[in-house]
């Protein structure tokens, strides 16, 4: 029998964690430091790792990440997540209020919040404990993201105070701006393209299948809505703060981010001052949400079909300003794509002084007309990288000289070349342009490719400057002693390296195939190819129409994989990797069956009992072929909920036969 003192200290321990982490991630006022913070965290690890009967499901030690998700479960709303009426001008906020006038005759208050650019969340829980995280979906069902929402420090899993025993709670999740900068940094030092803005950054963290990484993103929360308390508040605003007691991280009315009103006039003071301030904000905003107060005016407000009458959005209008393009300079990625960048005349833009923006490719300047020394009107709005929409032409100098795109490399001034049906130039000198193969390094070494630790940017450039290597493959021909004479490389860092080299031997084939960096083949097309070719040698052998069959590639990136493997010196790279004893093959799953032989079957919409993921495979397992869109071709379509109403038409023209979930299931199921 376990000792009760051990039983005891596990609960204090978890409970003094779960105050220490609202004190420091709600409050921002710890009581404790890191350390003494950390110290704790470990003696309760201990513990639940010793007894892992004791171990409670929302212990602090679970927002580590960790579990591996196969599929997102559809849950069904308890409350519809619909969306808000939107509106831009003040007239029409004013003309919200007198449709509101016409129904209510007693007195009533407005609640003003943010309307935080983030992902709508609803949070489920009894008796004081985190038990489901839904996304809004399509506002009727959404996906259970519980496990990665566990992650996010300002969620809270173990309530306090005196709180119902099942409600749900509502709010956003959003990235900070100085985390999704800081993880733009990281994408940019490793070659890949950058997240275009929080918002989308956000949800896409929401979606990945390891909490682990959910986790390093630094996701926070704000909060405001409680649902299934009926009777125990008397509106929205008092709702808010008692959430706060309870441990959420809510919108408060010392930091302004809501604020509870008496009249239009008030809501247009609010609106007026985040348009002015919300820049300085830590987060994205792209308006303010204006609610009616009282839980029983809502009431006999009532809804539309989409939206609640009781409550609107005032969205922001993007900001824009001018400025003068000084000049334009090019950039080298890694797959050698010709990026042409404008420097500005410095001007303030959303809070942050702006000098460049990107013109993406030769077209955009073309359609533009931009010359240098043009004045040109620059917007951030949502997105965090600024980008020129327009030249004011009545400005232009005469003596501007139309723009000419270069012809060779900036770099190592090879001629450029530019591909049939493609916007961007690109360096073919992929061997000797120093970005080319500095930035291919860079890739192969990071974390979601092969994950080699004690390869940073300053020791690639010494390994480089010092010939010890001049692709990836030298990485695994490295000598420990010459290693040594590097500047900064101790005996320890050059152990870690070495290390970190022979552990990514194991590092799967489908990553493997990430990192030879082909273009345009990303994380989820390599997944896609390695499951259709199960090693190197069936891919490099692959025909363009063969290559075309496999889920999310379509003609481009069939070009983009046989020019690949149609250059010797990729050919000699795959061999040398394979010497080094990297993982080039898969394991090929056997068939359940070949009912579905020659078959193809495209999936639409969502179902009950598995994935579409998983539908996939039970396709592929039976002998089929995965069909990405409907045509002639195909031979049936596995028909679930919420699909969309073109697709179910052009099946039906086309005379495709239509499966549910359980006739597809009783198909593969016959002997």
Same mark, same amino acid.
Request: hydrophobic share 35%; net charge negative; aromatic share 8%.
């Given at each position: ?5 051990i ?46 009967e ?22 069904e ?19 919200? !209020?007198?449709? =509101?006038?016409?129904? #209510?005759?007693? $007195?009533?208050?407005?609640?003003? &919040? +943010?309307?935080?650019?983030?992902? @709508?969340i609803?949070?489920?829980y ?9 996304t ?6 959404g ?21 119902p025993? !099942?409600?749900e =709670?509502?709010?956003? #999740?959003?990235? $900070?701006?100085?985390?999704?900068? &800081? +993880?733009?940094?990281?994408?940019? @030092? ?15 963290t ?26 125990l ?79 609107i ?24 794509a ?36 043009d ?26 000289a ?6 060779n ?14 916007a ?28 080699i ?5 300053e ?21 420990r ?21 022979e ?18 083949v ?104 995965n ?10 379509l ?34």
């Open positions: 029998m376990v000792d009760s003192s039983q005891s200290r596990i609960r204090l321990l978890t409970r003094e964690l779960h105050e220490h982490n609202h004190r420091y991630y709600i409050e921002n006022n710890p009581q404790i430091s890191d350390f003494e913070f950390d110290m704790l965290l470990k003696e309760l690890q201990d513990l639940e790792e010793k007894y892992p004791l171990s409670f499901e929302n212990s602090p030690t679970k927002r580590v990440g960790g579990d591996l998700t196969k599929k997102f479960e559809v849950v709303h308890k409350f519809p997540m619909l969306s808000l009426s939107n509106t831009y001008s003040e007239e029409e906020i004013r003309e919200w !209020e007198e449709r =509101i006038k016409k129904t #209510i005759e007693q $007195p009533y208050q407005f609640v003003c &919040e +943010l309307k935080y650019d983030g992902v @709508a609803g949070l489920r009894e008796n004081g404990n985190l038990t489901k995280a839904v809004r979906g399509d506002g009727v069902k996906e259970n993201v519980t496990a990665n929402v566990r992650t996010i420090k300002s969620v809270p899993l173990v309530l306090k105070g005196d709180f025993a !099942e409600f =709670i509502r709010g956003e #999740i959003v990235l $900070p701006k100085s985390k999704f900068e &800081e +993880l733009n940094k990281e994408r940019e @030092a490793q070659g890949e393209p950058l997240f275009a803005n929080p918002r989308n950054t956000a949800a896409g929401l979606k990945l299948q390891d909490s682990r990484v959910v986790a390093d993103r630094g996701l926070t929360s704000y909060l405001y809505g409680v649902y299934g308390v009926s009777g508040f008397n509106g929205h605003y008092e709702s808010v703060v008692q959430a706060g007691e309870w441990g959420f991280q809510v919108p408060t009315k010392k930091n302004n981010y809501i604020s509870l009103v008496t009249s239009i006039e008030g809501v247009l003071e609010f609106i007026s001052f985040w348009d002015e301030h919300r820049h300085a904000l830590p987060f994205d905003i792209d308006g303010v949400v204006v609610k009616v107060n009282e839980y029983a005016i809502q009431d006999e407000l009532g809804f539309t079909a989409k939206s609640p009458r009781w409550a959005a005032y969205k922001f209008k993007a900001q824009q300003v001018e400025t003068i393009v000084e000049s334009i300079d090019f950039q080298v990625g890694r797959t050698g010709i990026t042409p960048v404008a420097n500005l005349k410095p001007i303030s833009l959303g809070g942050t002084t702006v000098k460049r923006a990107s013109l993406h490719n030769a077209d955009q300047i073309e359609k533009l007309g931009l010359r240098i020394g004045t040109v009107k620059v917007e951030k709005g949502g997105e965090i990288i600024p980008k020129i929409i327009g030249v004011s032409i009545e400005k232009r100098k005469i003596e501007a139309v723009f000419s795109f270069i012809t490399c900036p770099e190592c001034n090879a001629e450029l070349v530019r591909h049939d049906g493609e961007q130039h690109y360096c073919p000198n992929e061997k000797e342009c120093p970005p080319q193969v500095r930035g291919k390094i860079e890739h192969f070494i990071s974390r979601k490719a092969m994950n630790d004690g390869l940073g940017g020791t690639i450039e010494a390994l480089l400057k010092n010939e010890l290597i001049s692709s990836v493959s030298d990485l695994y021909l490295l000598d002693l010459k290693l040594l004479e590097l500047e900064r490389m101790a005996e320890k860092s050059v152990d870690n390296l070495l290390k970190a080299l552990d990514s031997k194991a590092i799967p084939y489908e990553r493997v195939l990430f990192a030879l960096g082909i273009r345009h990303g994380e989820t097309v390599a997944k896609k190819l390695v499951k259709h070719f199960s090693s190197i040698e069936k891919l490099q052998n692959a025909s363009y129409d063969e290559l075309l069959e496999v889920d999310e590639v379509g003609e481009k990136i069939a070009q983009s994989i046989r020019m690949y493997f149609q250059k010797e010196e990729n050919l000699i790279l795959v061999e040398a990797l394979k010497k080094a004893d990297l993982q080039f093959s898969s394991v090929e799953k056997q068939n359940i069956s070949n009912i579905l032989a020659n078959k193809i079957v495209v999936v639409s919409g969502t179902f009950q009992s598995f994935s579409r993921e998983e539908l996939k495979e039970l396709i592929e397992l039976n002998g089929g072929k069909g990405s869109s409907i045509s002639k071709k195909t031979d049936f596995i028909a679930g909920e919420n699909m969309g109403p073109a697709k179910l038409k052009q099946a039906t023209e086309l005379n495709i036969q239509l499966l549910n979930e359980d006739e597809f299931i009783k198909l593969i199921s016959q002997k």
